[in-house]
């Protein structure tokens, strides 16, 4: 990679993907302690992960092509100024409702519209990340540095829950208002409101003549597959649709794999305060660690374990629906947080094997001709996942606590009878890609 200037714009460009990914996480780490404290259902806490979820997979291909043909300083802007102004009004909106001002489901309505600001301009930064760091590295350093940059989003579902517990805060002032929970929303706005100001300063207005990709979104248990550098590097594509013959397998294991972990991983902050049998608040603390385990093991997964076994697409699959199952069983049954913890490590770590899996299966059963339209098709996958999951999830959990986790864990068995059956083995493994 260059140095000097582009060191500096690197490093500002991989802050703005981790603050997206670790504020985005940390508010979800501590929604479901908010939604108990104020007393909602749980159905409506994940109706607020699914909305924005839904936004995103929808806005994510307007803003990467938007950003080709109006600039992608500006998009980058655009995408910290919504995800700015979005936590900053989440934070607003949860104060209130926390001082009763506003009743518990106005407050999570209003909730759920800031929350959209999100999902709707949130998503015009990274592919002009992408765009800005191709522009500026060499065809044989491009690989490389994107895997870099996306992997932001994977040490930010790391970083976020981890930090959420320490950024519950009091009153304001003595007899003032409580900030409570909503200190995660204030503190990340604070955060973004001071990186838009550094990039309007220091990022270079020229603009580079590479294309980025649309992100899947950044969601706890979201770690990335690779599509996305997949589809920032390909050139223009021959149109490959979702039911073709070539990849339609690899689509069903990847709908399967992100439904089941978005499932159980929207539904762990309920668990937690359920089987520990503690307030919410006391909750914080065990669920932000459980979420760190679970985003280490996935991370381990793309970052050490794939490359080092150099396992075929389909051997990923089976592997990671194998692991992702029992340790679904293993979670939905534990009554410790040793066993919560143990088991969704466990779960993610399959997840962290079979995702890359899918999207290296995907990629090798199409030529160079069709690269860039299939990773786009896993990224619209990823992302979609994330729409229906949660409250598939949450939905689940209100019926039975262990059934989202015994109902995930069926899934990935009928995927092991599925891929052991139906998907081809062909070319080497993945490698280590952590991106979206």
């Known amino acids: 990679m260059k140095l000097g200037g582009f060191d500096r714009t690197f490093a500002l460009l991989f802050t703005v993907m981790l603050a997206i990914a670790a504020g985005n996480t940390a508010l979800q780490s501590v929604l479901p302690a908010l939604g108990r404290s104020l007393g909602v259902a749980d159905s409506a806490v994940a ?34 100024a919504g ?38 301009f949130g998503s015009a930064a990274p592919p002009a990340v992408q765009a800005l760091v191709a522009g500026r590295t060499t065809r044989e350093e491009r690989t490389k ?40 929303a204030f503190f990340a706005a604070a ?8 990039v309007a300063r220091l990022l270079p207005r020229e603009e580079a003549a590479s294309h980025g990709a649309a992100a899947s979104y950044p969601s706890i248990g979201g770690q990335g597959s690779g599509a996305t550098i997949t589809a920032a590097m390909a050139a223009p594509s021959q149109p490959v649709g979702f039911f073709d013959h070539r990849i339609r397998g690899w689509i069903i294991a990847g709908l399967v794999i992100g439904h089941a972990q978005a499932m159980t991983g929207q539904a762990i902050g ?28 996935a991370l381990l997964a793309q970052w050490g374990l794939i490359p080092l076994l150099d396992l075929k ?68 996958i990823n992302g979609a996942a ?38 081809r083995s062909s070319g080497p493994g993945p490698g280590a890609s952590p991106a979206q």
């Open 47 to 80: 109706a607020v992960f699914s909305v924005s979820a839904l936004l995103w997979v929808i806005a994510a291909p307007y803003w990467a092509n938007r950003s080709d043909r109006h600039g992608r300083r500006a998009m980058v802007l655009l995408g910290i």
């Open 83 to 120: 995800f700015t102004v979005s936590l900053l009004l989440c934070g607003v909106f949860l104060m209130l409702g926390i001082n009763g001002v506003l009743a518990p489901l106005t407050t999570f309505v209003a909730f759920i519209f800031a929350r959209m600001i999100y999902g709707a």
């Open 145 to 184: 540095a994107l895997t870099l940059i996306a992997s932001a989003f994977g040490l930010g579902t790391i970083l976020g829950p981890a930090i959420a517990p320490y950024l519950v805060l009091g009153h304001l002032w003595p007899g003032g208002p409580e900030v409570g929970l909503a200190g995660p």
């Open 191 to 198: 955060c973004g409101a001071a990186i838009w100001i550094t």
């Open 270 to 297: 309920f668990l937690v305060i359920d089987r520990l049998h503690v307030t919410p608040l006391q909750a914080l603390q065990p669920t932000g660690l459980v979420l760190m385990m679970g985003a280490i093991s």
């Open 313 to 380: 697409p389909r051997a990923l699959v089976l592997a990671g629906a194998v692991l992702g199952a029992v340790g679904c069983i293993a979670t939905g049954t534990a009554s410790s947080l040793y066993g919560i913890a143990l088991g969704y490590a466990l779960t993610s770590l399959g997840m962290g094997l079979a995702r890359p899996g899918f999207t290296a299966g995907a990629s090798l059963a199409v030529g160079l001709e069709a690269q860039g339209s299939v990773a786009g098709k896993i990224t619209s």
């Open 386 to 423: 994330f729409v229906l999951g949660p409250s598939i999830g949450v939905g689940l959990y209100e019926l039975w606590r262990p059934l989202p986790y015994l109902t995930a864990a069926a899934w990935l068995v009928c995927l092991l009878v599925y891929g052991y059956l139906s998907l």
